[in-house]
T-cell receptor, first 114, second 114 residues
Framework: GENVEQHPSTLSVQEGDSAVIKCTYSDSASNYFPWYKQELGKRPQLIIDIRSNVGEKKDQRIAVTLNKTAKHFSLHITETQPEDSAVYFCAARARADSYGKLTFGQGTILTVHP | GAVVSQHPSWVICKSGTSVKIECRSLDFQATTMFWYRQFPKQSLMLMATSNEGSKATYEQGVEKDKFLINHASLTLSTLTVTSAHPEDSSFYIC??????????FGDGTRLSIL
């Protein structure tokens, strides 16, 4: 089955700096890669996603890049703000899974210091 | 759009009690719903996948007789933790998706078994 590795496990940055979180996946047939943000005690919220036919996607301060050859994808947050502090999870979905089952990474605790 | 409601948000009960958790998609039809368990500072662990009108598919190591899942309609799935014990205490989160759409999560249920 699919295995997703996420790094780093914790990330601390100063407000205004950029933050990058990286994930690798094992199943070359995976075709959908969402990123979720989870604040303490709350639901994971989809912040951006990318499909395998696209190499990069951007939404304001957030961008995701995908390298299918290397089987890794990354989340980039620019001009970080304290409210960006949360746990971020990457995930991958295998093309063959018609039910859309996701395999999640271990999560990254991002702390943005004012 | 894509709102998922989960109830209750917090349950405290005695050992041996059965607890039912509801997951509803409020503004879309959820062809598939997922149930996750999340331990503190850890990732989302998929327990089972349920499709409306059919039996749930459980992940390896998850006891189907312990965690009963019913997906009676396109907007409602329930998870019943039967004869709960302290080791079942955890944060349980559901998610729902329509065909071809991303997963959207409920607010989660914090279950504490005394």
């Amino acid at each position: 089955g699919e295995n997703v590795e996420q790094h780093p496990s914790t990330l601390s940055v100063q407000e205004g700096d950029s933050a990058v979180i990286k994930c690798t996946y094992s199943d070359s047939a995976s075709n959908y890669f969402p990123w979720y943000k989870q604040e303490l005690g709350k639901r994971p919220q989809l912040i951006i996603d990318i499909r395998s036919n696209v190499g990069e996607k951007k939404d304001q301060r957030i961008a995701v890049t995908l390298n299918k050859t290397a089987k890794h994808f990354s989340l980039h947050i620019t001009e970080t703000q304290p409210e960006d502090s949360a746990v971020y999870f990457c995930a991958a979905r295998a093309r063959a899974d018609s039910y859309g089952k996701l395999t999640f990474g271990q999560g990254t605790i991002l702390t943005v210091h004012p | 759009g894509a709102v998922v409601s989960q109830h209750p948000s917090w349950v405290i009960c005695k050992s041996g009690t059965s607890v039912k958790i509801e997951c509803r998609s409020l503004d879309f039809q959820a062809t598939t719903m997922f149930w996750y368990r999340q331990f503190p500072k850890q990732s989302l662990m998929l327990m089972a996948t349920s499709n409306e009108g059919s039996k749930a598919t459980y992940e390896q190591g998850v006891e189907k007789d312990k965690f009963l899942i019913n997906h009676a309609s396109l907007t409602l799935s329930t998870l019943t933790v039967t004869s709960a014990h302290p080791e079942d205490s955890s944060f349980y989160i559901c998610s729902a998706r329509d065909q071809g759409q991303p997963q959207h999560f409920g607010d989660g249920t914090r279950l504490s078994i005394l």
